[in-house]
């Protein structure tokens, strides 16, 4: 059977979206408009062009971990670690691969959350399961800013140009002597759901833009959460930032065209 064309490759890609977004519309009741359902597809295939020869060497992809029955430091409640990756076994070595929506300055100006999560990956992958592993890294799915600006120019020269500058794997290393120190930080999160103690952020937290980040945390972050109107911090944001006041809060309540494009920017951004 003969190899596939790069114009067949890309056809492929476009069905594979295609079904993958009917698939999310139709489970989330959620859409996106054209623009937005395109710059989606050009993330994923120039994703492919730019990985091109690393995506081809991968010899597990989607591999579930798990770490269960750990109990948390103080209160013993049990509970397990779940997360996805994929492998690259070679000659030269054994990779494990964390791929992330976020952009490149997002993941370096907060490098010890992904190092902590990959952390625990290769902890299971190694010392529980018994294979090899040599190096990790993250991968960045985000287009560069120069490069999405110049596939809207649409001129090949300058998105060749700026697709070679783009580096998206960020070696991340493994260090198993803190990986217990990581695991016990996650048991004092779960224990904190447990209690149901979810004390939010100062205002002055979500008026701010975290490292790395486009949007304001309360963009990026409050958003995706349900219970933001009942949160006493957003409601202040809502005050400082729109004017809002207790009697006109409900209209907020309804995002308007703007706030849904910064929205659906922010969650392209995410994990």
Partial sequence: ?????????????????????????????HAIDGYMREKAFQQVLYYW?????????????????SLPERVTPNDKISYTIEGIVD????????????????????????????????????????????????????????????????????????????LEAWQPVIPIGYKEEE?????????????????????????????????GMKSVFAVHICRNCDVRYSCSSYEKYLEVSKGATRNTMRKYMKPSAEERDEFIQGNMERE
């Fill in 87 to 162: 492998i690259v076994q070679e000659k030269d070595g054994t990779w494990l691969y964390d791929l992330k929506t976020h952009d490149i300055d997002r993941i370096k100006a907060n490098i010890t959350q992904y190092k902590e999560q990959l952390y625990i990956y290769s902890y299971i992958w190694k010392k529980l399961q018994g294979n090899e592993l040599d190096n990790t890294a993250v991968i960045s799915t985000t287009l560069p800013d120069r490069l999405e600006a110049a596939i809207r120019k649409r001129k090949p020269e300058l998105i060749e140009q700026e």
């Fill in 1 to 29: 059977m003969s190899e596939m064309t790069d114009a067949e490759i890309e056809l492929k890609l476009r069905d594979f979206f295609e079904s993958n977004f009917q698939y999310l519309k139709e489970s989330s009741g």
């Fill in 179 to 211: 990986v217990e120190k990581i695991i016990n930080n996650f048991g004092e999160v779960v224990e904190k759901i447990e209690k149901s103690e979810f004390c939010p952020p100062d205002v002055d937290v979500l008026l701010n833009k975290p490292a």
């Fill in 49 to 65: 062009k730019k990985n091109r020869a690393l995506i081809e060497k991968i010899t597990r992809s989607e591999v579930k971990l």
